[in-house]
């Protein structure tokens, strides 16, 4: 499966972006996917996963109540709706998959990864 993740930009503390990360393939629904992010000089790590129905979900601790993954498994893509966005959120997000059934979030689960995009929240 190839990904293309997007939807990154530069948004002010408070704001809201909506990336999205669109599959190719006809199996998308069979993967999980994860959102994870990577800021400069840091490692990659996660932010959100979603199983491959959208019944299961999971995020880090820093952003809950404020991030929200989901899928449409009919379009091939999946979300991540970020809201109350801070500094500390600066970062490239890259979208992947994973052919488990579960819901994933451990970098090494993932097998396709998309190049990421670039989120920069000013302060």
């Known amino acids: 499966v190839q990904l293309q993740a997007s939807g990154g930009g530069l948004v002010q503390t408070g704001g809201s972006l909506r990336l999205s990360c669109a599959a190719s393939?006809?199996?998308?629904?069979?993967?999980?996917m994860g959102w994870f992010r990577q800021a400069p000089g840091k490692e990659r790590t996660i932010v959100a996963a979603?199983?491959?129905?959208?019944?299961?979900?999971y995020y880090t601790d820093s952003v809950k109540g404020r991030f929200t993954i989901s899928r449409d498994n009919a379009n091939n893509t999946v979300y991540l709706q970020m809201n109350s966005l801070k500094p500390e959120d600066t970062a490239v997000y890259y979208c992947?998959?994973?052919?488990?059934?579960?819901?994933?979030?451990?970098?090494?689960?993932?097998?396709?990864w998309g190049q990421g995009t670039l989120v920069t929240v000013s302060s």
């Open positions: 992947a998959a994973s052919s488990g059934s579960g819901t994933y979030h451990r970098r090494g689960s993932y097998r396709y």
């Open positions: 979603i199983n491959w129905s959208g019944a299961s979900t």
């Open positions: 393939g006809r199996t998308f629904s069979s993967y999980a």
